[in-house]
């Protein structure tokens, strides 16, 4: 039986004046599985994540998200997903329990719904400070607050862009035993990280982005296969300048 693709990226583009921060990158993410895109800074991690949830036009290409074209099917395709960035930016007046009353009503969540969910997520993240203005917050606060607001619509496809960063180890470990549970249950899960250990023991999937173009795609073990490597830290480098880490090293 065929696998449904809830992601598809077809020859994406994105130059900002001079620099093509994007390259004619393709790939396609099923239903049920945890996509993970890895890159070095600067690669283009994140300016394909902003073109695939409708927040950045590309320059070319096409981006589709449960059949529905992204550019041109913006609210509905906003409807079905849920976005956490890695610099959360969000309204500074308004206290967390606001702000995720906010989101609810947005997206038309049942108030009882809402606060049941609400109540299970800020319980498994610790989050005891909804009563407090999100200007107070420190990242870690703030990230934790965007995980609840997008988890509690429970989306069929999630965007996370190194949703890690901020979160002390307890929260880190959840949010990673909540990503399989959704992809168990259907979701589809497309995860930018640089941290390997992460990418290696969650992903179905992995895409490898540098300078721009998609170098190399496929499960661990065709990872392996491909660049004759055991580790994802030694794939990783090999495809990404190795030769050129060591010579750094050897020069210090």
Do not use: W
């Not at 990226?9 to 239903?31: G, Q, W, Y």
């Not at 065709?222 to 990783?236: H, M, N, W, Y």
């Amino acid at each position: 039986m065929e696998k449904e693709k809830a992601i598809i990226a077809r020859k994406l583009k994105k130059a900002f004046k001079d620099i093509l921060a994007v390259d004619d990158v393709s790939f396609e993410v099923f239903n049920g599985e945890i996509y993970g895109f890895l890159g070095p800074n600067g690669a283009g991690k994140t300016t394909t994540l902003r073109m695939l949830t409708g927040i950045l036009r590309p320059t070319s290409g096409e981006a589709e998200i449960l059949g529905m074209n992204v550019f041109k099917n913006p609210l509905e395709v906003k409807a079905k997903i849920g976005v956490v960035p890695d610099e959360p930016s969000i309204y500074e007046n308004l206290t967390g329990q606001e702000f995720l009353e906010f989101i609810g009503s947005i997206f038309s969540m049942k108030k009882s719904d809402m606060n049941q969910r609400i109540s299970e997520l800020c319980k498994a993240f610790d989050v005891n400070f909804l009563e407090k203005f999100i200007g107070d917050y420190s990242h870690g606060m703030r990230q934790k607050l965007m995980l609840v607001s997008v988890l509690m619509r429970k989306p069929r496809v999630l965007f996370l862009d190194e949703p890690t960063v901020g979160l002390d180890a307890k929260s880190a470990k959840i949010l990673k035993m909540l990503l399989r549970k959704y992809a168990n249950e259907g979701a589809a899960i497309f995860m930018t990280t640089h941290v390997l250990e992460i990418a290696e023991k969650m992903c179905d999937r992995i895409g490898i982005i540098d300078k721009g173009k998609l170098i190399a795609e496929g499960t661990l073990e065709e990872l392996r296969g491909k660049a004759k490597k055991e580790s994802l830290e030694d794939i990783f480098l090999s495809l990404t300048g190795e030769d050129e880490i060591k010579e750094i090293v050897n020069n210090l």
